[in-house]
């Protein structure tokens, strides 16, 4: 379902391309998404993971496990969102919070970095090449040299 058009439409391949959707972490994928909804204001909550006294990371939440990365508002609108890299796997408690959240009234993506265009189509932004928006274009790694 889509919620309005793209303004000035770029193609595709100039709002994702191969190589930025292979090596983008969900890390980075998720401060992108972030940052361009909140400029085009959305509201944003994310829980943070924080590092234990263990030295294992953990979401400081109190609830069930698997609960969707972001949540976003706007206008009514309230819209859940996993974030996934490009090889990132959806787990079992994710699954079961997807579920239960599309049983309802409210949306419910797993979106990944290539779902850029489709991304920017759900939350009506504009559109912005994916590298651009969250700083630079993701640099080549270097080839290793053979010595002879």
């Not at 889509?2 to 969900?26: H, M, Q, W, Y």
């Not at 909140?38 to 400081?60: F, I, M, N, Q």
């Not at 109190?62 to 609960?67: E, L, N, R, S, V």
Request: charge should be positive; proline fraction near 6%.
């Amino acid at each position: 379902m889509c919620f309005g058009p793209i303004k000035n439409r770029l193609r595709s391949d100039e709002l994702v391309d191969r190589e930025t959707t292979a090596r983008l972490s969900e890390s980075a994928f998720q401060t992108c998404l972030v940052n361009w909804a909140r400029k085009h204001g959305w509201l944003v909550h994310h829980a943070r993971t924080a590092r234990e006294s263990s030295g294992r990371y953990a979401t400081p939440i109190q609830g069930d496990k698997g609960f969707p990365d972001l949540v976003l508002v706007k206008e009514g609108r309230v819209v859940f969102a996993e974030l996934k890299s490009e090889r990132g796997r959806i787990k079992p408690d994710q699954v079961r919070w997807r579920d239960a959240i599309t049983k309802g009234a409210v949306e419910y993506y797993l979106w990944r970095p290539s779902d850029w265009e489709r991304i920017l189509e759900v939350l009506g932004l504009d559109p912005i090449p994916l590298w651009r928006c969250g700083g630079s274009k993701p640099k080549k790694p270097k080839r290793k040299e053979v010595k002879r």
